[in-house]
């Protein structure tokens, strides 16, 4: 080889036209400022509000015209303090209870500032960050007891993670030649419980199949599908000249937290020749939780398993995961012929196979290291104990509404989620919500609400890490409190 150092290289030319800091000291006393103003508010997350709502003044701000001339990091960091912090989410906080958010962690949060340093590129090519991702990947696969030649992705979230596993159910159900042809007039229908995520139906609208084509099948009283309907769908469909192709199991479902029988699901699907796809967003990580591990049971058959790392596992947002048992199959879904034959096996293009061909992205951001970060410091054990304990918190919470007359629960507790309500003899619905409201925006507490069989309930999910048991009462106290004003006014 030829001497190729710099040195050996010299250009005449010397310009500084890029956007790297002229201070550069400067710049990293400014960088540490915002670093240490993130842990403060880490640190200090329970004594802060719950949510705020945003003020007038603030969305005023925030509708400011694009910035023609630079502001500065200090003062950036100064309008991020004042306009954005105080009035984020409130998913930090160990009272928010709405929906099904995860905390985050501290070390989540150092994680997304080396990767954004480091800015990969995850499409392809041959670099460490991809082995990271594999590794994750790997280690997902071995919790779950899928193959460890499985393969996957790290994803936005399981809302696409469920369209790619409904998209690689698609391809695999019409071959090669549905690539180009598209569906053909063939009448795909698939199977789920009308407990599932909306985006399951969502991801068949996206898919090109029709939500019409998705059958809801009723879930039973412990809010698992129910087997001896699936069954029934799926011998009318064939009759009528459909075609059954995709069997979707929750584990985990979104207002109760159920997990479908999942060994019978994939049983079933076995029998019918079915692609059985799990979507398993919050529930799927129970895994981590030797006690609660054998709610799974079956999720190990899955041919693809969609989850999210952002709600238990507690990883800052956002990060998703699809695994595929084969992904021979997710291949078959996503990978461009012509690219894929011009890999190179040498150099920086080599590195084969490329994560961009098992699913719709090119470039694609380095989810994988705030994952890897947060194994790896916490340890499967201790996020094994905070799911566990996301589950006692919810009995706790359950036995305290049981016990509270004035207060009646609305489902079984499955794993995290508890759905009850305040008693009102009238305008129950309507005063449950204001009740919400309410305690929302007095900041001391942050549950949401769904509907369960046509009434309105208050659902506390239990994810964030931070909940102690004390939060759990502070929370009946409040709604207490707040239920007897309402029904004395
Ligand atoms: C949250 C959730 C989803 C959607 O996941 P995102 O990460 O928000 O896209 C899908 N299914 C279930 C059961 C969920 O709880």
Same mark, same amino acid.
């Given at each position: 080889?030829?001497?190729?150092?710099?040195?050996?290289?010299?250009?005449?030319?010397? +310009? $500084?036209?890029?956007?790297?800091?002229? +201070?550069?000291?400067?710049?990293?006393?400014?960088?540490?400022?915002?670093?240490?103003?993130?842990?403060?508010?880490? !640190?200090?997350? =329970?004594? !802060?509000?719950?949510?705020?709502?945003?003020?007038?003044?603030?969305?005023?701000?925030?509708?400011?015209? @694009?910035?023609?001339?630079?502001?500065?990091?200090?003062?950036?960091?100064? !309008?991020?303090?004042?306009?954005?912090?105080?009035?984020?989410?409130?998913?930090?906080?160990?009272?928010?209870?709405?929906?099904?958010?995860?905390?985050?962690?501290?070390?989540?949060?150092?994680?997304?500032?080396?990767?954004?340093?480091?800015?990969?590129? @995850?499409?392809?090519?041959?670099?460490?960050?991809?082995?990271?991702?594999?590794?994750?990947?790997?280690?997902?696969?071995?919790?779950?007891?899928?193959?460890?030649?499985?393969?996957?992705?790290?994803?936005?979230?399981?809302?696409?993670?469920?369209?790619?596993?409904?998209?690689?159910?698609?391809?695999?159900?019409?071959?090669?030649?549905?690539?180009?042809?598209?569906?053909?007039?063939?009448?795909?229908?698939?199977?789920?419980?009308?407990?599932?995520?909306?985006?399951?139906?969502?991801?068949? +609208?996206?898919?090109?199949?029709?939500?019409?084509?998705?059958?809801?099948?009723?879930?039973?009283?412990?809010?698992?599908?129910?087997?001896?309907?699936?069954?029934?769908?799926?011998?009318?469909?064939?009759?009528?000249?459909?075609?059954?192709?995709?069997?979707?199991?929750?584990?985990?479902?979104?207002?109760?937290?159920?997990?479908?029988?999942?060994?019978?699901?994939?049983?079933?699907?076995?029998?019918?020749?079915?692609?059985?796809?799990?979507?398993?967003?919050?529930?799927?990580?129970?895994?981590?939780?030797?006690?609660?591990?054998?709610?799974?049971?079956?999720? &190990?058959?899955?041919?693809?398993?969609?989850?999210?790392?952002?709600?238990?596992?507690?990883?800052?947002?956002?990060?998703?995961?699809?695994?595929?048992?084969?992904?021979?199959?997710? &291949?078959?879904?996503?990978?461009?012929?012509?690219?894929?034959? /011009?890999?190179?096996?040498?150099?920086?293009?080599?590195?084969?196979?490329?994560?961009?061909?098992?699913?719709?992205?090119?470039?694609?951001?380095?989810?994988?290291?705030?994952?890897?970060?947060?194994?790896?410091?916490?340890?499967?054990?201790?996020?094994? /104990?905070?799911?566990? =304990? $996301?589950?006692?918190?919810? &009995?706790?919470?359950?036995?305290?509404?049981?016990?509270?007359?004035?207060?009646?629960?609305?489902?079984?507790?499955?794993?995290?989620?508890?759905?009850?309500?305040?008693?009102?003899?009238? +305008?129950?619905?309507?005063?449950?919500?204001?009740?919400?409201?309410?305690?929302?925006?007095?900041?001391?507490?942050?549950?949401?609400?769904?509907?369960?069989?046509?009434?309105?309930?208050?659902?506390?999910?239990?994810?964030?890490?931070?909940?102690?048991?004390?939060?759990?009462?502070?929370?009946?106290?409040?709604?207490?409190?707040?239920?007897?004003?309402?029904?004395?006014?």
């Amino acid at each position: 080889m030829p001497d190729l150092s710099p040195a050996a290289l010299p250009s005449p030319i010397t +310009d $500084s036209a890029d956007l790297d800091p002229a +201070d550069w000291p400067g710049f990293r006393a400014g960088a540490h400022a915002a670093l240490d103003l993130m842990l403060d508010h880490l !640190q200090t997350i =329970r004594e !802060q509000p719950v949510w705020r709502p945003t003020p007038s003044s603030v969305r005023a701000a925030l509708r400011a015209p @694009l910035p023609e001339q630079p502001q500065g990091l200090a003062a950036v960091v100064d !309008q991020f303090d004042r306009l954005i912090r105080p009035y984020a989410t409130g998913n930090l906080h160990p009272r928010f209870m709405g929906w099904v958010h995860g905390g985050g962690t501290p070390v989540g949060m150092v994680a997304e500032m080396l990767a954004g340093g480091l800015n990969a590129n @995850l499409g392809g090519r041959d670099h460490a960050p991809i082995l990271v991702e594999r590794q994750v990947i790997g280690w997902m696969a071995a919790l779950f007891g899928l193959p460890q030649t499985a393969g996957g992705l790290l994803v936005t979230g399981t809302s696409i993670a469920n369209l790619i596993g409904v998209l690689i159910a698609r391809r695999a159900a019409l071959g090669p030649t549905s690539r180009a042809s598209g569906l053909g007039g063939t009448r795909l229908v698939a199977y789920t419980s009308a407990a599932a995520h909306g985006c399951i139906p969502r991801a068949m +609208d996206m898919a090109g199949l029709g939500t019409a084509a998705l059958r809801m099948i009723p879930a039973d009283p412990a809010g698992r599908i129910a087997l001896p309907a699936l069954e029934a769908a799926i011998a009318a469909d064939r009759a009528a000249g459909h075609r059954p192709f995709l069997l979707v199991g929750t584990a985990g479902t979104v207002d109760t937290g159920a997990i479908d029988d999942l060994g019978a699901m994939a049983a079933l699907a076995r029998r019918e020749a079915l692609w059985f796809h799990v979507d398993g967003a919050f529930g799927a990580l129970a895994a981590f939780a030797p006690d609660l591990r054998p709610r799974l049971a079956g999720i &190990e058959r899955a041919d693809s398993l969609a989850f999210d790392f952002h709600k238990w596992g507690q990883v800052p947002y956002d990060a998703g995961c699809i695994l595929v048992r084969d992904p021979a199959h997710a &291949e078959a879904a996503f990978a461009a012929p012509a690219a894929y034959l /011009r890999r190179e096996v040498r150099g920086l293009a080599g590195g084969a196979p490329w994560p961009c061909d098992f699913g719709p992205d090119l470039s694609r951001g380095f989810r994988a290291l705030k994952v890897w970060f947060t194994l790896k410091t916490l340890g499967a054990t201790a996020l094994g /104990r905070a799911i566990a =304990r $996301s589950c006692s918190l919810a &009995e706790t919470l359950a036995a305290r509404v049981d016990a509270e007359p004035e207060l009646e629960r609305m489902a079984p507790v499955a794993l995290n989620i508890v759905c009850f309500r305040y008693r009102f003899a009238t +305008d129950s619905d309507a005063r449950n919500a204001t009740l919400v409201a309410d305690l929302q925006e007095a900041g001391i507490a942050a549950p949401s609400t769904t509907v369960l069989d046509g009434r309105l309930a208050i659902r506390a999910a239990l994810v964030n890490h931070r909940t102690r048991e004390a939060d759990i009462h502070t929370l009946v106290e409040a709604v207490l409190r707040l239920g007897r004003h309402s029904a004395s006014g």
